[in-house]
């Protein structure tokens, strides 16, 4: 199994031009959500989704879509990149938090900077 | 608002040493309390959890103690490695409809010196 896979690894924005992040993860995994990572920040959530056509918003949404056609894809998208966009961008995906242990897997990121 | 408190922001400990970090929680709905570890280029990674019912968790060198009183919980790690170096990040979570939110602490940026 691949996990959560990201792409691209790294990107470079004007502002005001948009972009798609790709998130892809092969472990029937109901769950996916988007995070932004700012230094001092901690993890700050974006979109989530419980399963295919459900999404809904997390802590910081404003300048970001989402959709989710299929259980395996979560892309994120930015509608007019900002130089506040600028971050690195991880996705996430879980089983229901039913049960426990509780486990995110996390993808290796993308880095974006907007100029 | 940040309901998870982590402190500190950064952490030098000489191989062998104990890294202590800690956190404070706000919400008492909070349920499960998960450590990550992150090393640098790549995404976190679940590292060891508790459960409010019990005050202490170890799995090797790693430790949690928990204080729900207090609202606060930390990590321990034993003997400290360089290889242990990273960032850590804990958070705390709660079941929202069908889907458990993480929320995660500010981080802490481990060097274990050789």
């Known amino acids: 199994n691949a996990g959560v896979t990201q792409t691209p690894k790294f990107q470079v924005l004007k502002t005001g031009q948009s972009m798609t992040l790709q998130c892809a993860q092969d472990?029937?995994?109901?769950?996916m959500s988007w995070y932004r990572q700012d230094p001092g920040m901690g993890l700050r959530l974006i979109h989530y989704?419980?399963?295919?056509?459900?999404?809904d918003q997390g802590e910081v949404p404003n300048g970001y879509n989402v959709s989710r056609s299929t259980t395996e894809d979560f892309p994120l998208r930015l509608l007019s990149a900002a130089p506040s966009q600028t971050s690195v961008y991880f996705c996430?995906?879980?089983?229901?938090?039913?049960?426990?242990?509780?486990?995110?897997?996390f993808g290796p990121g993308t880095r974006l900077t907007v100029t | 608002q940040q309901q998870v408190k982590q402190s500190p922001q950064s952490l030098i400990v000489q191989k062998g040493g104990i890294s202590i970090i800690n956190c404070a929680y706000e919400?008492?709905?909070?349920?499960?309390f998960p450590w990550y570890q992150q090393f640098p280029g790549k995404g976190p990674a679940l590292l060891i959890a508790?459960?409010?019912?019990?005050s202490e968790k170890k799995e090797g060198r790693f430790t949690i103690s928990f204080n729900k009183s207090a609202k606060q919980f930390s990590l321990h790690i034993m003997d400290s490695q360089p290889g242990d170096s990273a960032t850590y990040f804990c958070?705390?979570?709660?079941?929202?409809?069908?889907?458990?939110?993480?929320?995660f602490g500010s981080g802490t940026q481990l060097t274990v010196l050789p």
């Open positions: 996430a995906s879980s089983y229901s938090g039913r049960g426990y242990p509780y486990e995110q897997y």
């Open positions: 472990m029937n995994h109901e769950y």
């Open positions: 989704s419980v399963g295919a056509g459900i999404t």
């Open positions: 919400n008492t709905a909070f349920d499960y």
């Open positions: 508790i459960r409010p019912d019990v």
């Open positions: 958070a705390a979570s709660l079941l929202e409809g069908s889907a458990r939110q993480l929320t």
